[in-house]
């Protein structure tokens, strides 16, 4: 049994302009000690569905299941979700800035952050604890900083800190969201390289959100690619980029910027309003492959090969390979 | 000899913090724009692109030094005197959603330009401003609309139209695809091109993503700290890096490519970038250089050809690297001898 299963999960917004269906059948398991990488661009749900998962979205229309370790996360009640969250499953954001308390030093917020979970844990012992957490993240000069202001971090260093509060409890799963999108590329291979390093050393597994391919392509087992608020394909790491069978991935695998001077190959069109979405397939309107039975929505079927491999696409699959190259 | 459109010649821009420092967002930058080519100016936040870009387009006084445009000193121009000259430097901006009043109709966004340089009224203006929408992908008919109704992509095509509607020869282009998603971002590159080849216009295309600017540049500048470390023709920059800094990078630059990520060697710098009110002496790059020596933190290097390289080819760095030179294994010795 995997560590998180989640099957089904839908999630919608009512809005004064009709109902957001933000999430649509989402499911996806997540092994033990293992990277799963959720792919997609803006308003795709990826970020929605984790935070669902954790119960933070209020307000909103849940249903489906997310069964880690065995409690549904869906139907459990605030209390226990407290007790998971932090403790079991440590989560990181894209914005450390506004993580972290601006008023309290990063060192309490930790020292904070464990007793909050384990409440025999001494001050002394916990601080202790804190400053090993920096330092293994990679925070120079750890047992001084501690007692620094998250203002006084630079932006690396900060997701660092978060990290570093997110591992305190030695989670089983670690959810980051888009963790190094505000960071440069110099830091971001710094903070890629951290989250490997304690991925390896604690065996935790992580739910990776993320818009950018070359992060999957560095840090992914495996892939699920998400469009308006459904998965059009879900595959190991190599099998996305060189078996993938959905036109949306081999879309945005051909929007990047090639190394050649050639003329890029966008995804024409915007994505659907996830208010009124189209009957059936959620891409057709933006596909070049586009055909009748695109007018009824395609299920997400094992295309063959491996058999973690899934797209949910009405064209055949033996011309996979055709396509793809 | 081809022809320079603009040149810039030993820019500086400080600004003055409230503790009396200053901070040297452009600390000595000289360089030439050549017409008809798009120049890639690339680096890490505050590495100074932006205000070097702003300098260029004299949205921001020169602390020192000059920029030219078509032989004319523009940097101590009165914003009246630079007025004619906009038609020719235009911006287009990274924030689709900041650069655009969102209390005012498409139509007279895209046809500010024609009424500020008095050129087409009634009409005529809105005839053009329909043929700018349509040269740019968007929908003439959408002309009445504000700019809350169109997506961040399309927004992105009224920032352009509005850039273009007075034919400029230098577009300088501040991360105009960073905001966006990546299917979009590719539509916005592909506009840029087609309009570039279609006006013979020349970019200064400023992005933080190397991938991005490789694709679009002839020629790139990679900068670091308020200066240039390396300037090179595109091809040469990636296949014959020079300074420690653009190949670092390079490499940590994510590639969407599972076994090239799974083989090439990676740098991984330490530290952060230091502050740019007080700036390492010497190469600013010597506190986080694999390679720096004692004299990286003495003496400042020039942007020079270096090696066997092409005057086209400059880098600003006593210790080069040579081409298959490994530097993941490479160790820093600052100590004294």
Same mark, same amino acid.
């Given at each position: 049994?995997?560590?998180?299963?989640? +099957?089904?999960? +839908?999630?919608?917004?009512?809005?004064?302009?009709?109902?957001?269906?933000?999430?649509?059948?989402?499911?996806?398991?997540?092994?033990?000690?293992?990277?799963?990488?959720?792919?997609?661009?803006?308003?795709?749900?990826?970020?929605?569905?984790?935070?669902?998962?954790?119960?933070?979205?209020? *307000?909103?229309?849940?249903?489906?299941?997310?069964?880690?370790?065995?409690?549904?996360?869906?139907?459990?009640?605030?209390?226990?979700?407290?007790?998971?969250?932090?403790?079991?499953?440590?989560?990181?954001?894209?914005?450390?800035?506004?993580?972290?308390?601006?008023?309290?030093?990063?060192?309490w917020q930790i020292v904070e952050m464990i007793r909050a979970h384990d409440l025999e844990i001494s001050k002394q012992a916990a601080r202790k604890r804190a400053a090993?957490?920096?330092?293994?993240?990679?925070?120079? +000069?750890?047992?001084?900083?501690?007692?620094?202001?998250?203002?006084?971090?630079?932006? *690396?260093?900060?997701?660092?800190?978060?990290?570093?509060?997110?591992?305190?409890?030695?989670?089983?799963?670690?959810?980051?969201?888009?963790?190094?999108?505000?960071?440069?590329?110099?830091?971001?291979?710094?903070?890629? !390289?951290?989250?490997?390093?304690?991925?390896?050393?604690?065996?935790?597994?992580?739910?990776?959100?993320?818009?950018?391919?070359?992060?999957?392509?560095?840090?992914?087992?495996?892939?699920?690619?998400?469009?308006?608020?459904?998965?059009?394909?879900?595959?190991?790491? +190599?099998?996305?980029?060189?078996? !993938?069978?959905?036109?949306?991935?081999?879309?945005?695998?051909?929007?990047?910027?090639?190394?050649?001077?050639?003329?890029?190959?966008?995804?024409?069109?915007?994505?659907?309003?996830?208010?009124?979405?189209?009957?059936?397939?959620?891409?057709?309107?933006?596909?070049?492959?586009?055909?009748?039975?695109?007018?009824?929505?395609?299920?997400?079927?094992?295309?063959? *090969?491996?058999?973690?491999?899934?797209?949910?696409?009405?064209?055949?699959?033996?011309? !996979?390979?055709?396509?793809?190259? | 000899?081809?022809?320079?459109?603009?040149?810039?010649?030993?820019?500086?821009?400080?600004?003055?913090?409230?503790?009396?420092?200053?901070?040297?967002?452009?600390?000595?930058?000289?360089?030439?724009?050549?017409?008809?080519?798009?120049?890639?100016?690339?680096?890490?936040?505050?590495?100074?692109?932006?205000?070097?870009?702003?300098?260029?387009?004299?949205?921001?006084?020169?602390?020192?030094?000059?920029?030219?445009?078509?032989?004319?000193?523009?940097?101590?121009?009165?914003?009246?005197?630079?007025?004619?000259?906009?038609?020719?430097?235009?911006?287009? #901006?990274?924030?689709?959603?900041?650069?655009?009043?969102?209390?005012?109709?498409?139509?007279?966004?895209?046809?500010?330009?024609?009424?500020?340089?008095?050129?087409?009224?009634?009409?005529?203006?809105?005839?053009?401003?329909?043929?700018?929408?349509?040269?740019?992908?968007?929908?003439?008919?959408?002309?009445?609309? #504000?700019?809350?109704?169109?997506?961040?992509?399309?927004?992105?095509?009224?920032?352009?139209?509005?850039?273009?509607?007075?034919?400029?020869?230098?577009?300088?282009?501040?991360?105009?695809?960073?905001?966006?998603?990546?299917?979009?971002?590719?539509?916005?590159?592909?506009?840029?091109?087609?309009?570039?080849?279609?006006?013979?216009?020349?970019?200064?295309?400023?992005?933080?993503?190397?991938?991005?600017?490789?694709?679009?540049?002839?020629?790139?500048?990679?900068?670091?700290?308020?200066?240039?470390?390396?300037?090179?023709?595109?091809?040469?920059?990636?296949?014959?890096?020079?300074?420690?800094?653009?190949?670092?990078?390079?490499?940590?630059?994510?590639?969407?490519?599972?076994?090239?990520?799974?083989?090439?060697?990676?740098?991984?710098?330490?530290?952060?970038?230091?502050?740019?009110?007080?700036?390492?002496?010497?190469?600013? #790059?010597?506190?986080?250089?694999?390679?720096?020596?004692?004299?990286?933190?003495?003496?400042?290097?020039?942007?020079?050809?270096?090696?066997?390289?092409?005057?086209?080819?400059?880098?600003?760095?006593?210790?080069?690297?040579?081409?298959?030179?490994?530097?993941?294994?490479?160790?820093?010795?600052?100590?004294?001898?």
């Amino acid at each position: 049994m995997a560590l998180l299963e989640v +099957r089904d999960l +839908r999630v919608s917004f009512d809005t004064p302009d009709g109902t957001v269906r933000a999430v649509r059948g989402l499911s996806f398991d997540v092994e033990a000690g293992q990277t799963l990488a959720v792919v997609g661009e803006s308003g795709s749900g990826k970020s929605v569905s984790t935070q669902t998962i954790t119960g933070l979205t209020r *307000g909103a229309e849940v249903s489906g299941t997310a069964y880690f370790d065995g409690t549904d996360l869906i139907t459990a009640d605030q209390a226990t979700l407290r007790r998971l969250r932090g403790a079991r499953i440590g989560m990181i954001f894209q914005d450390p800035l506004s993580s972290l308390h601006p008023q309290y030093r990063i060192g309490w917020q930790i020292v904070e952050m464990i007793r909050a979970h384990d409440l025999e844990i001494s001050k002394q012992a916990a601080r202790k604890r804190a400053a090993e957490l920096l330092t293994l993240v990679g925070i120079p +000069r750890a047992a001084e900083r501690i007692d620094d202001y998250p203002h006084q971090f630079s932006g *690396g260093m900060r997701q660092r800190v978060m990290i570093a509060m997110a591992m305190a409890l030695d989670p089983a799963l670690l959810i980051a969201d888009e963790p190094t999108t505000a960071l440069d590329v110099t830091v971001q291979a710094q903070v890629l !390289n951290v989250m490997r390093r304690l991925q390896e050393q604690f065996g935790t597994a992580i739910i990776l959100i993320t818009h950018d391919l070359g992060v999957v392509a560095e840090m992914a087992d495996e892939v699920v690619v998400m469009y308006a608020g459904a998965v059009m394909e879900r595959a190991p790491r +190599r099998d996305i980029f060189y078996r !993938n069978h959905h036109p949306y991935t081999q879309g945005l695998l051909a929007s990047l910027p090639a190394r050649s001077g050639d003329r890029l190959t966008p995804i024409q069109g915007t994505p659907p309003s996830l208010i009124s979405l189209p009957k059936g397939c959620p891409f057709a309107a933006r596909c070049a492959h586009v055909f009748d039975k695109c007018s009824e929505p395609p299920p997400l079927v094992d295309v063959g *090969g491996d058999p973690r491999h899934q797209s949910a696409c009405w064209l055949p699959h033996d011309v !996979n390979e055709a396509v793809a190259s | 000899m081809t022809d320079v459109l603009l040149k810039v010649d030993d820019v500086r821009k400080e600004f003055p913090t409230h503790s009396k420092e200053v901070v040297q967002a452009v600390a000595g930058v000289s360089l030439e724009v050549h017409k008809g080519e798009t120049l890639g100016l690339v680096g890490e936040t505050g590495c100074g692109k932006s205000s070097l870009a702003r300098c260029m387009a004299h949205l921001y006084d020169v602390t020192s030094g000059s920029v030219w445009f078509e032989g004319q000193e523009i940097s101590k121009l009165s914003r009246k005197a630079m007025r004619p000259l906009r038609r020719d430097v235009q911006v287009i #901006f990274q924030d689709p959603y900041g650069s655009l009043n969102p209390r005012r109709r498409v139509g007279s966004i895209i046809g500010d330009p024609f009424a500020i340089h008095n050129i087409a009224s009634g009409n005529e203006r809105k005839k053009k401003v329909q043929e700018l929408m349509e040269l740019v992908g968007l929908n003439p008919e959408h002309y009445n609309r #504000f700019p809350a109704e169109f997506s961040g992509g399309q927004r992105q095509r009224i920032g352009v139209a509005r850039a273009l509607a007075l034919r400029p020869k230098l577009v300088i282009c501040d991360e105009p695809v960073s905001a966006l998603d990546v299917s979009i971002q590719a539509q916005i590159i592909n506009l840029l091109s087609d309009l570039q080849r279609e006006f013979d216009l020349t970019y200064v295309f400023i992005s933080h993503d190397l991938s991005v600017v490789r694709h679009v540049s002839d020629r790139i500048a990679v900068m670091y700290l308020g200066k240039i470390v390396e300037l090179a023709p595109t091809a040469e920059l990636f296949g014959q890096t020079r300074h420690p800094y653009t190949r670092a990078l390079l490499s940590a630059l994510p590639v969407a490519d599972p076994d090239t990520a799974d083989s090439r060697e990676q740098i991984i710098l330490g530290g952060d970038i230091p502050s740019a009110t007080n700036p390492p002496s010497g190469c600013r #790059f010597h506190t986080r250089c694999p390679k720096a020596r004692l004299d990286c933190a003495a003496e400042e290097p020039v942007l020079e050809p270096v090696l066997d390289d092409k005057p086209g080819h400059r880098t600003a760095c006593f210790y080069p690297l040579t081409v298959g030179e490994d530097l993941s294994t490479a160790v820093p010795d600052l100590k004294a001898s």
